[in-house]
Every structure is written in structure tokens, then in C-alpha cells.
């Protein structure tokens, strides 16, 4: 009854589906502990800041579109609200997705490590085994070596489903996201991230958006995504070295779904993106390769015959394995995966005067 009060106060959900899920036993506990003990207040100026600086015109907004936004990125509040709020943005339209002028975070250069020292492959296996994972998943991430990141830029948002429709609707794309039952647009997960989209796909979106911006937007390397998740630290998380279901849509959250863009604050990166751990995966630009002086590994994804494009970040419908900064997998049917927008810093410029 106190779940159901509280989205009542705050905001009606509309979607038949979240008020399932926030009746079930699983994710009720968890909300009911979220209430209990609310969020950590250890940044919450400094993101509450950054995320109220990035909204393009909070303050022209409307009061109840404003409150909204704030909401649901306020660490301060309990996750069900800002979940609720993030629902009602979808419903009302959402005014921090603007496909067109989308929130990019600007990552400085840097020299950095990527990858996990040989020394520490087992203890991480043996950490992870309850989650399922093999050896030779973790393999990929040795040996850590030192790449030079240069300065680029990274959406805040993974593409949401409402960008992925104007997409289709300006292109006549033909390509529907599998996630879409029955064909349909999920108008309730506006802005939820879209996924289940091919490689092909999604080159398609980003020529059609570079056209209409002139800009030239892409996808982000393995390194560039790993080093925008970890800000560079050594830290197995974006948030930190321990696991914690309320800063990430992964499966141990129990929402069993996506979620709204940007509502898992406390999740942010130390560079402030938004999801880099959860709700779905992110194709980044390269195929698997090994790291350097690291072994050639061949597990579920490929064969030696052929590669495969790697993905990053965790997923609703996976363990918290897949949320951690430096984990390397790759595309599969059954994974739920996105993408973000990335571009070089100087390409801009570049672009704008073709």
C-alpha cells in the first residue's frame, strides 16, 4: 500500500506495466528498502548541479516539466519517484532528449589504463562466479595496458526510442528494433533507451543525423568507453569498487526492464553520463581484437573464422558482471543493446564549415 501511495502523490504511471512491476514481490522489496534507507547523499551537489546545468532551458520550462526533470535526477530523491517521474516525462515528452541538440559531455585527453592486470584474472573470476560468468570472459579484459585518449565528447543519454522514431518517420528506415511488440512504438518507453537495433542500424541513424546536423557523430572506441565510464580511475564500477542495485538497471535491480533515461543518478560516471552500467548495452566502434600481448579468445560470440562487434555496459536483464568498467562482450540475440552518440572534439568545427 505504500508503494501505491507513493506514485500516487507523486505521479500516476501510465504504463499497465510498471504498475505491475512495482507491485511484485521482488522489486517491492527493494523499493520498500530504497524508502527506508533513501539514496546516498555523498555527491549529491555536485550532481544535482551538473544535471540541472545540462537540461537545455530548465528555467523557460514549465513548473510542473521542470519539477519533473529535477525529480528524476535528483539523488536525493527515493529511485520509485524518480522512476515515476521519469514515466510521466515520457507521457508529457520528455524536454531533455533533443535529438537534433542532444546533452554531449565533454571528456578530456588524457593518459590512462585500460584492462584488467593479468595478476588480478582469477580473484575477479572467483568474485563474479555466482554471476555466472567464465573464465575466458574475463580473459578478453588482460593484460591492462596504457592508450592516450584524445579529448572527445559523449552524450550524456543513450538514444531513446522517441529519436529512434523520428529517425524512422524522416528515413522511411525500415529496420524496426525487435523490442517493439508487434511492430509498434512503445509510446509509454519514450524515453527509454532503444535496443535491440542492428550495427547496420545504427550506422544508418548516425548518417541520416549527421546530415541533418552537419555534425558527425559516432560511436565510441572500447577505450574511449571504458576510460568515460571509469573517468580514468581504478574503480570496478562508475560509481565505485562495490555493487550497489540502486545505482544501475541491472537484473539484481529486479525492474526486468528498461527504465527512463537518467533516473539511476547515483550510477552516473565520475565524468556524469548517464546508464554507463545498465538498463541496456551500448555497441561501441570496434570489433573484438586482443589487447595487446593478450590471448586470442574464442568463446560463444565468434569462432576463429570471423569477428564479432563489441558491446559495453550492463543490461537490464543481465548480472552485474556486464555493469563493470572494464568487462568486453560482445552482440548476441538474446542482449539488450543500444547505443550513444560520441564525436571528436575538433570534428565539429570541421564539419560545420563542409
Known amino acids: 500500500m505504500k508503494i501505491l501511495w507513493l506514485l500516487k502523490v507523486g505521479l500516476a504511471v501510465t504504463a499497465v506495466s510498471y504498475i505491475l512491476l512495482l507491485s511484485s514481490p521482488r522489486f517491492g522489496a527493494f523499493v520498500r528498502q530504497e524508502i527506508r534507507t533513501g539514496m546516498s547523499m555523498g555527491s549529491t551537489t555536485r550532481l544535482r548541479d551538473r544535471n540541472v546545468m545540462l537540461v537545455p532551458h530548465l528555467q523557460t520550462l514549465s513548473s510542473p516539466l521542470r519539477e519533473l526533470v529535477q525529480k528524476s535526477e535528483d539523488p536525493a530523491v527515493p529511485l520509485v519517484q524518480r522512476i515515476s517521474a521519469g514515466q510521466k516525462l515520457a507521457e508529457l515528452g520528455d524536454p531533455r532528449i533533443q535529438i537534433f541538440e542532444p546533452q554531449m559531455i565533454e571528456i578530456p585527453g588524457q593518459k590512462v589504463k585500460i584492462g584488467l592486470p593479468a595478476e588480478q584474472l582469477q580473484s575477479t573470476f572467483e568474485r563474479l562466479r555466482d554471476a555466472g560468468v567464465e573464465l575466458s570472459w574475463i580473459r578478453k579484459e588482460v593484460p591492462q595496458h596504457e592508450v592516450t585518449i584524445a579529448p572527445f565528447r559523449a552524450a550524456k543519454f543513450k538514444v531513446t526510442n522517441s529519436e529512434y522514431l523520428d529517425f524512422i ?136 573464422e570471423k569477428t564479432y562487434r563489441m558491446t559495453r555496459g550492463g543490461a537490464f536483464n543481465k548480472r552485474r558482471d556486464f555493469a563493470r568498467c572494464k568487462r568486453r562482450h560482445g552482440w548476441y540475440p538474446e542482449h539488450a543493446i543500444g547505443f550513444r552518440l560520441a564525436e571528436s572534439v575538433d570534428d565539429e568545427a570541421t564539419a560545420s564549415s563542409l
Open 169 to 304: 518517420k524522416n528515413t522511411g528506415e525500415r529496420e524496426l528494433p525487435s523490442s517493439w511488440e508487434g511492430g509498434c512504438y512503445p509510446k509509454d518507453r519514450a524515453n527509454h533507451p532503444v535496443y535491440t537495433v542492428t550495427i547496420e542500424a545504427v550506422e544508418r541513424y548516425f548518417f541520416w543525423l549527421n546530415q541533418k546536423t552537419h555534425r558527425r557523430f559516432r560511436l565510441m572506441t572500447e577505450d574511449e568507453w571504458e576510460y568515460a565510464a571509469s573517468g580514468g580511475k581504478e574503480i570496478e564500477y562508475p560509481w565505485g569498487d562495490e555493487f550497489d542495485p540502486n545505482n544501475a538497471n541491472t537484473k539484481e535491480a529486479g525492474l526486468d526492464q528498461s527504465s527512463p533515461v537518467g533516473v539511476f543518478v547515483t550510477g552516473n560516471s565520475p565524468f556524469g553520463l548517464a546508464d554507463m552500467a545498465g538498463n541496456v548495452e551500448e555497441f561501441v566502434s570496434n570489433d573484438y581484437y586482443p589487447y595487446p600481448g593478450g590471448a586470442d579468445v574464442q568463446d560463444l560470440f565468434g569462432d576463429n
